[in-house]
């Protein structure tokens, strides 16, 4: 007498060598997808084109610094963009220091505008919406403010997603 596996395992057992297949079809013809709509949102290299402009206008308030590192055949950067007004970074304790970290993850496309916006506005090229008076910036308070912002932390990972790999969830 031949035993013979349920009917269950096998079907369970085709699905599973099917699965990876299965996945890639679904995956061309997945209509939830969503693209990303340009018309809202800078590309990575244009974002940090854009800021580098916007520094190299404004260097008594901005000044930018690239950092570089790798492990093991990773390589990352990071463009750190520091707010201080009149372009001294004294080592002077009376002064406070925010830091700001925008584009965590490589799908966050709106963090990072908004970090171009905010630099936009310190640097008074922009204004923020006058709504009953109280929109003003207090220029006693900027001048004790030191502000580093990094407006895209996981470059790698954002330019995986602009190269269509939007349901990428591990960092790049």
């Not at 055949?73 to 002064?95: F, L, M, P």
Request: glycine share 6%; hydrophobic share 35%.
């Amino acid at each position: 007498m031949r035993l013979q596996p349920p009917p269950l395992i096998i079907c369970y057992a085709i699905l599973s060598f099917l699965q990876p297949f299965l996945l890639l079809v679904l995956a061309q013809t997945n209509p939830s997808v969503t693209p990303i709509n340009w018309d809202l949102y800078h590309s990575s290299d244009d974002l940090v084109e854009q800021i580098h402009s916007l520094v190299h206008r404004h260097p008594d308030k901005l000044s930018i610094e690239t950092f570089k590192s790798g492990n093991k055949g990773y390589n990352a950067e990071v463009n750190v963009v520091t707010y201080c007004r009149g372009g001294r970074q004294s080592d002077d304790r009376s002064n406070f220091r925010i830091l700001l970290t925008f584009g965590q993850h490589g799908r966050e496309l709106i963090t990072s505008e908004l970090a171009f916006r905010i630099l936009s506005i310190l640097s008074e090229e922009q204004f923020l919406p006058n709504i009953n008076g109280g929109a003003t910036l207090n220029n006693t308070l900027l001048d004790k403010l030191v502000i580093k912002l990094v407006p895209i932390e996981n470059f790698n990972g954002r330019k995986r997603v602009e190269a269509g790999d939007l349901c990428e969830r591990r960092n790049g």
